[in-house]
């Protein structure tokens, strides 16, 4: 079996109290209200092309940077253990992709 990164095992191996500080701190508190500030930049965008009938071209990556702002607000540590989780299942059992 492979050695993990250390990022990994750190976020493998935080409590959720740790995790729950990092969140309510300031600065983390400050970045969270950024990515809404982001995802509300990017929804005006939307809307105003969207009037524009110039909405089309570009539905597909403002949909996706939109979705992904949002998730990233969420984040919790159980998505980031699973991920982790899933990616070492996977390479046990010889599905993990390239």
Do not use: C, V
């Not at 976020?11 to 995802?39: K, M, V």
């Not at 570009?58 to 159980?78: A, D, F, H, M, V």
Request: no cysteine; aromatic share 6%; hydrophobic share 35%.
């Amino acid at each position: 079996m492979t050695r993990r990164p250390a990022h990994e095992s750190l976020l493998l191996e935080l409590s959720e109290e740790s995790y729950n500080l990092w969140r309510h701190n300031p600065i983390t508190a400050a970045y969270l209200l950024h990515l809404g500030d982001q995802l509300e930049a990017f929804r005006t965008a939307t809307a105003d092309l969207l009037e524009a009938n110039k909405l089309l071209p570009q539905e597909g990556e403002l949909r996706g940077r939109i979705l992904t702002l949002r998730e990233l607000q969420s984040l919790s540590l159980e998505h980031i253990k699973n991920f982790y989780r899933q990616e070492e299942s996977e390479e046990k059992s010889g599905t993990a992709s390239d």
